[in-house]
């Protein structure tokens, strides 16, 4: 927090330990700990978050990118390179944007329901540098008539339950749209899964970060024929948090 405030790289602060701050410097410090003693995230405080080799504006309109998030896009990055991309649920745009960024001639759209959410990811792309096609709207009612050939998708896939039992940290700064999915959890897959074949094209690919425990509802949510190549993969911390699959046209 220090080193933010006083726009200097960590190492600078050791190496100037000496150096007197402004009066001005103090109280921008002080005013930092007041919000952070309260269990404000720090990524809020500073405003500013780095995602995938991306600078990502942080606010409490959007969930803060996490580590598990920029995995799910490298995973994506090693198996797609072309195509028409949708990030569904784009909170931040930190998806969309690290898409973009990695390969500039793909035609990247993203959508959100906030359209709080959806003026942070459009300065977040303006911050970047990229051109994304932002659409405010439920899930994929704002690209009717649009199709795709990749749909990546973060959305909010915790149970009313879990909601109760998080880290305050997360429960009482984080949008709480952008985290609870229902009773059950499953509810932003189980529109999806109804929803999707209207907006992808044949042999489209799809890429989700889900919940820990949601990887065997996932494989029978999406066990038709219409689906094929499903995978589930393991975070980090070794728990399944990655699901994939490619969407067939004809069953």
């Known amino acids: 927090l220090l080193a933010h405030f006083l726009e200097l790289k960590?190492?600078?602060?050791?190496?100037?330990?000496?150096r007197p701050l402004a009066e001005e410097e103090l109280e921008k410090y002080r005013e930092a700990l007041r919000r952070r003693g309260k269990g404000e995230p720090i990524d809020y405080i500073m405003g500013i978050g780095h995602f995938f080799n991306c600078q990502i504006e942080?606010?409490?309109a959007a969930l803060i990118p996490r580590p598990e998030t920029e995995l799910l896009l490298e995973k994506v990055c090693l198996a797609e390179k072309r195509g028409k991309a949708l990030d569904l649920c784009t909170g931040s745009g930190c998806l969309a944007i690290g898409l973009k960024r990695h390969f500039p001639e793909m035609e990247v759209w993203g959508g959100d329901l906030s359209s709080e959410a959806l003026a942070l990811a459009e300065r977040n792309a303006k911050l970047n540098q990229v051109e994304v096609n932002w659409r405010e709207g439920d899930l994929f009612a704002p690209f009717e008539g649009e199709?795709?050939?990749l749909l990546l998708c973060n959305p909010p896939y915790i149970s009313e339950a879990e909601y109760e039992k998080l880290d305050p940290e997360v429960r009482d700064f984080e949008p709480q749209m952008a985290l609870v999915s229902g009773e059950r959890g499953t509810e932003f897959f189980e529109r999806i899964a109804r929803e999707m074949a209207l907006y992808l094209n044949d042999e489209a690919k799809f890429y989700f970060e889900i919940g820990a425990t949601q990887g065997e509802d996932l494989l029978k949510l999406f066990s038709s024929s219409h689906f094929s190549n499903l995978l589930l993969e393991q975070d980090l911390a070794g728990h399944p948090r990655f699901f994939s699959g490619v969407f067939l046209e004809k069953e």
Do not use: E, G, S
Not at 10 to 18: A, E, F
């Open 58 to 60: 942080t606010t409490p």
């Open 10 to 18: 960590r190492i600078d602060l050791y190496m100037h330990y000496d």
């Open 147 to 149: 199709k795709f050939d």
